[in-house]
T-cell receptor, first 111, second 114 residues
Framework: GQQVMQIPQYQHVQEGEDFTTYCNSS?????IQWYKQRPGGHPVFLIQ?????EVKKQKRLTFQFGEAKKNSSLHITATQTTDVGTYFC???????????FGQGTTLQVKP | GAVVSQHPSRVICKSGTSVKIECRSL??????MFWYRQFPKQSLMLMAT?????????EQGVEKDKFLINHASLTLSTLTVTSAHPEDSSFYIC??????????FGSGTQLSVL
């Protein structure tokens, strides 16, 4: 079945350093979504990418969708302690809303 | 914005009892709802897809007789964990998809089976 791989599993950075998490799907995706989950909380929607090669920015966060629509990345510039949490990518291969989640990348930021 | 209400947020039950979790779309009609399970420090695993008025479609390895899903209306889907056991303890979360194809998540239910 469809698989979505995400790396790294954990990342510890010093505040102010950059951070990137990568996502790779075994199948071509209709769209890919990114979520952030804080400990004890539920996933919070960040963004959805639909077009091949799409790049979207939200303040210090930059999201990319690969040309083949099989991979994606989330890059955070100059991390802050508020960025702490687990970031999940989730792929939708059939545009039905059925999401297959990556394993998540847990970000720790040292002040 | 659209809101999905999930209830209860936390439940503790004895082994062998059944627990019902509700997922409601408050201001939109959800033709499709999804149920996920998340074990500690793990990712969300899709359990089943629920379409209003029809039987749910379960993912491989998910027991449909243990996890009963009902989607009787366009705003409500329920997940019943029957004869719960300690290994069923997990975070269960629903998501709902409206006509605009956007997806919204509930706040989740932490189930602890003693």
């Amino acid at each position: 079945g469809q698989q979505v791989m995400q790396i790294p599993q954990y990342q510890h950075v010093q505040e102010g350093e950059d951070f990137t998490t990568y996502c790779n799907s075994s199948t071509t995706l209709s769209n890919i979504q990114w979520y952030k989950q804080r400990p004890g909380g539920h996933p919070v929607f960040l963004i959805q990418l639909v077009k091949s090669g799409e790049v979207k920015k939200q303040k210090r966060l930059t999201f990319q969708f690969g040309e083949a629509k099989k991979n994606s990345s989330l890059h955070i510039t100059a991390t802050q302690t508020t960025d702490v949490g687990t970031y999940f990518c989730a792929g939708d291969s059939s545009n039905t809303g059925k999401l297959i989640f990556g394993q998540g990348t847990t970000l720790q930021v040292k002040p | 914005g659209a809101v999905v209400s999930q209830h209860p947020s936390r439940v503790i039950c004895k082994s062998g009892t059944s627990v019902k979790i509700e997922c409601r779309s408050l201001d939109f009609q959800a033709t499709t709802m999804f149920w996920y399970r998340q074990f500690p420090k793990q990712s969300l695993m899709l359990m089943a897809t629920s379409n209003e008025g029809s039987k749910a479609t379960y993912e491989q390895g998910v027991e449909k007789d243990k996890f009963l899903i009902n989607h009787a209306s366009l705003t409500l889907s329920t997940l019943t964990v029957t004869s719960a056991h300690p290994e069923d303890s997990s975070f269960y979360i629903c998501s709902a998809r409206g006509t605009l194809e956007k997806l919204f998540f509930g706040s989740g239910t932490q189930l602890s089976v003693l």
